[in-house]
């Protein structure tokens, strides 16, 4: 009994499709297009079970749409600058250039071995001067355009990488990688101008159909468009004023207080005669910035001497705090408080003894009895205790209030975005640097595009913490373009987000002397299929469609939109072991003993068996795939990643999953190169007779051809795997005795063999060859499918008595009402409802029903 070699056989088809070229494409206007693309990756040195699942996801989708005649792009890159780099420059004594270019030898060659179509020729790294000095040119333009600009503003500084984050890489309060908590500072920082798209972002959202729900709802509440009001409060003893911002205008009435951030320009005013106000800032600046945490966080205050007039109540004034949960970036940095319709208010108002006053009077509610206890009132309701609007709904209320404000010109209905600017300045060397040049006379200056691209020093040294381009005895110096006075560079870099939000136009045209040319971008893009995790819902995502719009208004493209369809693959996940010193353990240090019971493999001592969780290093649930692919090969490893799961849900990798794919492929390895039934030539016609089971395997196949490309076009992986096992276990059936079956044989196994293709490609092409074939199947088109013969020939019925469902009968599709009605009342079931007694009523629909009433 045969095994399949896996070694030599992938390696063998991988250097037969390179020398053939066969996934090397380009641009043809004369033929459709079709892009698939997932995310590029970060080259750590290893492919981890994460990227097996989403290139092979990708791969699938690849291969299929060749076969079914489509010019396919599908390339690979490497997000390649970053602080990964530059902290194992720290910790290792190397370069990051160097580190960086050995993980992507590595990791490119481990690509390889899994089989994926792409077209290597366009393989891009983005720490390469070829690629980022592209991006330099962008954002001179983006300068011109008014897209990009340089401002000193409150950022989020990560203490320990030592950068600025932007806010969407602030994860409850840590920064997204080290975990650290984020401080605030003020710094001078590049931005892009990601604002001016809001409405246009959000608006697009509905015409993304083929997005999942969830994401395109992360972004609408990211880009978060509200309605409301900007309210200005005249300040006591003073002549300027304090101007807030609410969604809730309609409870103005309620506010009894007003609160500003710690970073407000009020509070820098009285911190510097007030320590202790100055410590409370300090300590607002050390706490967490995440919307959790400060929903969360005990709600605290420092009393102002401020106050403000009320706009619509005489006599009335609020004081004004410093508050822990009122944020700079958000709004104008002050709100009222309002606390009977709000919980975060109320907190503070129970904590500081402040007025609680209802304003909206719940349905049905009595006015004189309503009171608001620990909790906030925030539902529906008609406004009371509030003058001129009393007796309106909520809604009705908000636009009397703007109306008022502006009359009185005390304020005006407004819109406001949860949205910011994208802080693009990192304070880190391995990054492109930003092309900017700082004259004392002429101030920033952009570098001449004759001088691009602005490259790194390789001299660099790692040994004091911050930006090591800050400390070069050289690079930064340099003279003014514009009056030859001595100038120094920007040392900041750009935030590697920059490079990950155009790389998919760059592969469009990679070996281009420009960006991309305009002919080549227009025809692949956009992106067609885009395939990649959800945790880059609103970062990288959201950032490349500000890209690509930003770059359609600078000439570059022609499109708004980077990625027509977008899927989110799940988690790969495994048990997680702990050995009896409380240490978490490696599924390979691990074995099952006698009836289940967990040992470790070093000195059989008894292990705990931990959840099913995401594999991580951290908790050492972590399965090389070098080692999967080494031992069972790339097409095992690819089959149960589509099989297990729907692509869109986590998948639990197991050691039994793993040995059934292994199963399978040997099993159908075995049963068409060890067959004792003699196929006929290729090409041979159809007989004119076939067995019944000749016959059922002979439809099967054209309802499998048509249900497998069905279910890839849904992304249904696991849908298309179980359909073609159900197919190839009718033909494993098959002893070739009846009539026309050896002729079925053959004509079941090609059909097997080519829909599997795109799923295990290594062992799909040795099996053509072995049945017979000199073409390759990476060249092959889609096999054709009979609608007709796919249909099934006999229908399901359902009885029903009265309608209730009481029985269902088999009979052949297209029966007629007569026939349907006579074998329905022969029903054992049927008959012993109805007692003897004839049906008064009787309705039947050919294939679908038959209705009794009795």
Not at 279 to 285: I, K, Q
Not at 298 to 307: F, S, V
Not at 555 to 579: D, N, S
Not at 657 to 667: H, I, Q
Request: some cysteine; glycine content about 8%.
């Amino acid at each position: 009994m045969a095994r399949y070699n896996v070694k030599e056989t992938e390696s063998r088809w991988q250097q037969r499709w390179s020398e053939a070229g066969c996934f090397e494409v380009e641009a043809d206007p004369g033929k459709p297009k079709y892009y698939v693309l997932e995310m590029f990756p970060y080259p750590s040195g290893r492919i981890h079970m994460g990227h097996v699942r989403n290139y092979t996801l990708g791969d699938v989708v690849a291969r299929y749409k060749k076969a079914k005649g489509f010019n396919v792009l599908h390339p690979m890159g490497w997000d390649a600058f970053g602080l990964p780099a530059e902290n194992a420059a720290i910790e290792r004594g190397v370069h990051p250039a160097g580190w960086t270019r050995e993980n992507i030898e590595a990791m490119r060659e481990q690509l390889r071995g899994m089989g994926l179509s792409y077209d290597w020729r366009r393989e891009v790294a983005t720490c390469d001067p070829s690629y980022y000095r592209h991006e330099q040119k962008m954002f001179l333009d983006f300068l011109k355009a008014g897209l990009a600009y340089r401002k000193e503003s409150w950022v989020n500084w990560d203490p320990v990488e030592n950068t600025v984050l932007a806010n969407e890489q602030v994860i409850d309060g840590r920064g997204w990688r080290s975990g650290a908590l984020v401080e605030k500072r003020k710094l001078s920082q590049w931005f892009l101008r990601i604002t001016h798209y809001a409405q246009d972002l959000l608006d697009a959202l509905e015409g993304l159909e083929r997005w999942p729900d969830k994401v395109r709802l992360m972004q609408h509440n990211w880009i978060g468009r509200s309605e409301g009001a900007r309210v200005r409060f005249e300040l006591v003893g003073r002549d300027d004023v304090l101007e807030i911002f609410t969604t809730r205008p309609d409870t103005l009435f309620g506010a009894s207080f007003c609160a500003v951030s710690a970073n407000h320009p009020l509070v820098a005013e009285f911190a510097e005669k007030d320590p202790a106000l100055a410590a409370f800032v300090a300590e607002c600046n050390r706490s967490s910035t995440s919307e959790a945490d400060i929903e969360t966080a005990e709600k605290k205050g420092y009393l102002t001497p401020l106050r403000v007039r009320h706009p619509f109540r005489d006599g009335v004034t609020l004081p004004v705090y410093v508050a822990n949960f009122v944020l700079m970036e958000y709004g104008t940095g002050a709100i009222f408080g309002c606390p009977a319709h709000d919980q975060r208010d109320l907190d503070f108002a129970r904590k500081y003894e402040l007025p609680v006053i209802p304003v909206v009077l719940p349905p049905k509610a009595d006015p004189a009895a309503f009171a608001v206890g620990d909790e906030a009132y925030v539902g529906p309701g008609t406004i009371y205790n509030s003058d001129f609007l009393d007796g309106m709904e909520v809604e009705a209320a908000k636009a009397a209030v703007a109306e008022r404000l502006t009359a009185i010109g005390r304020g005006e209905g407004t819109i406001t975005w949860r949205l910011r600017d994208w802080g693009v300045s990192r304070q880190r060397y391995w990054g492109c640097p930003i092309p900017i040049i700082h004259c004392e006379s002429c101030g920033p200056v952009p570098v001449p595009e004759d001088q691009l691209p602005v490259t790194l020093p390789q001299d660099v040294d790692f040994d004091s913490p911050g930006n090591p381009l800050d400390r070069h005895p050289s690079w930064k110096h340099t003279t003014c373009p514009s009056c030859g006075a001595d100038a120094r560079r920007e040392t900041d870099t750009f935030d590697t987000f920059f490079e990950s939000s155009w790389y998919f136009a760059r592969f469009a045209d990679a070996q281009a002397e420009t960006a991309f040319g305009r002919a080549e971008a227009d025809y692949w893009l956009p992106v067609d299929q885009y395939i990649g995790g959800v945790e880059h819902a609103v970062l990288h995502l959201l950032y490349s469609r500000f890209f690509t719009r930003a770059l359609r208004d600078c000439g570059y493209l022609g499109i708004a939109e980077p990625f027509a369809g977008l899927v989110t693959q799940g988690m790969v996940c495994h048990e997680t072991y702990k050995g009896p010193d409380g240490k978490w353990l490696y599924p390979s240090e691990v074995a099952k003993g006698d009836g289940g019971a967990t040992v470790t493999v070093d000195g059989g001592k008894p292990v705990t068996v931990g959840r099913v969780e995401k594999m991580s290093k951290s908790k050492r649930n972590t399965v090389d795939p070098a080692n999967i692919i080494d031992a069972y090969g790339a097409d095992t490893a690819r089959l149960f990643m589509l099989s297990d799961s729907p692509p869109e849900r986590d998948l639990e990798w197991t050691e039994a999953g793993v040995d059934g794919a292994w199963r399978y492929l040997n099993r159908l390895w075995r049963a068409i190169t060890e067959s004792d039934i003699a196929l006929p030539p290729p090409g041979t016609p159809k007989p004119t007779e076939l067995s019944p089971a000749a016959e059922q395997a002979w439809r099967a196949c054209h309802k499998t051809i048509l249900g497998v490309a069905d279910a890839i076009e849904r992304f249904r992986f696991n849908t298309a795997v179980a359909q073609i096992r159900e197919l190839t276990n009718l033909l494993f059936a098959l002893d070739g005795k009846g009539a026309g079956e050896a002729w079925v044989l053959r004509f079941g196994w090609e059909t097997a063999v080519r829909l599997l293709a795109p799923m295990m490609p290594h062992v799909a092409e040795e099996l053509w060859v072995r049945l017979g074939h000199t073409t390759m199947l990476a060249e092959t088109p889609w096999p054709d499918a009979d609608p007709a013969l796919a249909e099934d020939e006999t229908v399901t019925i359902a009885v029903q008595i009265n309608g209730k469902l009481r029985a269902t009968i088999e009979v052949a599709k297209d029966t007629g009402k007569d026939a349907l009605i006579e074998q329905a009342l022969g029903h054992p079931n049927v008959q012993k409802q109805l007692d003897g007694k004839q049906p008064r009523k009787v309705i039947a629909v050919p294939n679908k029903i038959v209705n009794l009433v009795a």
